[in-house]
């Protein structure tokens, strides 16, 4: 009788030593079960009401932070239209990425088939140039910068996209921007308003002109080669008191591009220096002439 009882009791205190065991391991089990009990298909629109997106899209799945999870987890990532994942219910991240836009937003995956859309809530720019009023759109690469619309004006951190091309597309979050687009040594900046859903397509006047440079001697003969460019706005600027510097050029140069307005060169080279106003009108052709001089320092070391 004594030896039943006590295989009694081994036999219940093996239970409960299983029992005991199976609980600890199911409390660390992850929070969403390892099985595929759901499906879930995911699309994206650009805004409310737009069609889903016919391009690929760069899809991440993401396990978020938990007190099973202390750090977020990368699932899967996958480049297409509108995939279908099959998934263990529960509450995840998706991160959607197209063109240089990122948007992340909470999933929650019931059992069986379900379908979750990824709103953008962005609008669309297409950005080109022109020179001048009539002039055909420029095919050599413009840098196209864009900036968030501050009342500051612009600095580096609000910098939120950029591209070298003749035109470029963006798609970009709803809100304000300034568009600040350079070539050739010249730069123009455009505000655009953006609302979501809306595709705007901007062409960008330079209302530029073009220049030749050339210098002469005194007596108007050759100077030689060697001889180097300045060109500068001709106003002082209010916050240093001197005169921007719009670009620096060696040698005889043509059809320099210029913003209209008025300008200063100077030139130097071979112990020679001029300077010479001129001024630039949209959509003409000039040709600047500067007669160099003997520099101060040359003549004193001539006459020595």
Do not use: C
Not at 40 to 51: F, H, P, W
Not at 223 to 230: L, T
């Amino acid at each position: 009788m004594r030896s039943f009882i006590t295989l009694a009791a081994a036999l219940l205190a093996a239970s409960l030593l299983s029992h005991s065991v199976t609980a600890e391991e199911s409390a660390a089990l992850p929070l969403a079960p390892t099985a595929a009990k759901a499906k879930v298909q995911l699309d994206a629109v650009v805004a409310y009401g737009a069609a889903p997106f016919t391009s690929p899209i760069e899809w991440t799945i993401i396990r978020p932070v938990s007190q099973q999870n202390p750090e977020e987890q990368i699932l899967l990532t996958q480049t297409s239209v509108a995939p279908t994942f099959d998934m263990a219910p529960g509450r995840y991240i998706v991160r959607a990425t197209h063109d240089a836009m990122t948007v992340s937003q909470d999933l929650i995956v019931p059992e069986g088939t379900s379908k979750h859309t990824i709103n953008f809530n962005a609008g669309n720019i297409t950005l080109s140039m022109i020179p001048y009023t009539g002039g055909g759109m420029i095919a050599s690469n413009i840098l196209w910068e864009v900036y968030e619309y501050r009342k500051g004006g612009l600095t580096d951190d609000a910098k939120i996209a950029s591209a070298m091309a003749p035109s470029h597309h963006f798609m970009l979050a709803a809100g304000a921007y300034v568009v600040r687009a350079s070539y050739n040594g010249t730069t123009a900046d455009l505000v655009i308003p953006l609302d979501p859903g809306r595709t705007y397509k901007y062409t960008i006047n330079l209302y530029a002109g073009t220049v030749g440079l050339s210098a002469v001697s005194e007596g108007g003969g050759s100077v030689g080669e060697g001889v180097v460019y300045e060109i500068y706005k001709a106003a002082l600027d209010s916050a240093t008191g001197q005169r921007p510097l719009i670009g620096t050029y060696n040698g005889d140069t043509n059809n320099v591009l210029l913003r209209e307005g008025s300008y200063l060169l100077i030139a130097r080279g071979n112990g020679l220096q001029g300077e010479i106003p001129f001024v630039v009108s949209a959509g003409e052709n000039a040709k600047i002439k500067v007669t160099l001089k003997p520099t101060l320092a040359s003549s004193t070391s001539t006459s020595g």
